[in-house]
């Protein structure tokens, strides 16, 4: 009778010992999980590429009135330095199909938070902010965005995605001051990207 009992106890303790286990590991991949989601928030998160242009029709809807400059993007070179930015400027609602540099060239106004590898493609624009308020910059393709004013990079207001087949990738929005501002694309997988800024509401 002992002998069984401890045989009974034993089994329980490696049950329990499996189950506790098991608990762990689920939690720690669920802390993982979340902690990877809040890193690639900012830079845009793979789950949001549904609203880029996969699996769209061939007749998309039109976009927001706000949005109507996307669909007509005009070719720029983005700035490596800052002398370069003169001739490289943002106007709201009107957005540049950006020829980016490469990061290892990049010498930004601010460093970015993630300023990419080498191998990536990285570039500055200048903004002249008409009046305070907060401006949403969008971009077509993921890649860590800061926006810079007053020698310090701004912290962002709000973060989301575009309209679904929009070809919007991500946008975020800025709290800014009249003046000049400069909008820093870091860490982008591809040398080519769609950009545009607006004023909200």
């Not at 002998?3 to 490696?14: H, P």
């Not at 401006?135 to 965005?145: F, K, Q, S």
């Not at 995605?161 to 694309?185: N, Q, T, Y």
Request: hydrophobic share 45%; charged share 15%; proline share 7%.
């Amino acid at each position: 009778m002992a002998i069984t009992k401890q045989i009974a106890l034993k089994s329980v303790a490696v049950l329990s010992l499996g189950l506790t286990m098991a608990v762990g590991t689920s939690a720690g991949r669920a802390a993982a999980a979340q902690a990877g989601e809040a890193g690639q928030m900012q830079a845009g998160a793979p789950h949001h590429a549904g609203h880029g242009m996969q699996n769209c029709p061939k007749e998309a809807a039109p976009l927001p009135e706000p949005l109507k400059g996307w669909a007509q993007p005009a070719p720029v070179t983005a700035a490596a330095t800052s002398r370069d930015l003169e001739s490289v400027r943002l106007t709201a609602g009107k957005a540049v199909a950006a020829h980016l540099r490469s990061t290892a060239d990049m010498q930004y106004v601010v460093r970015p938070e993630q300023p990419g590898g080498k191998v990536s493609s990285s570039g500055m624009f200048a903004f002249d902010v008409p009046a305070a308020g907060t401006y949403r910059v969008m971009l077509g393709n993921r890649a860590w965005l800061d926006v810079v004013q007053g020698g310090k990079a701004i912290l962002s207001s709000g973060h989301n995605h575009g309209p679904a087949c929009s070809g919007i990738g991500k946008m975020v929005d800025f709290p800014l001051e009249a003046g000049r501002a400069v909008v820093e694309v870091s860490g982008s997988g591809k040398p080519d990207m769609t950009l545009m800024v607006i004023r909200t509401p």
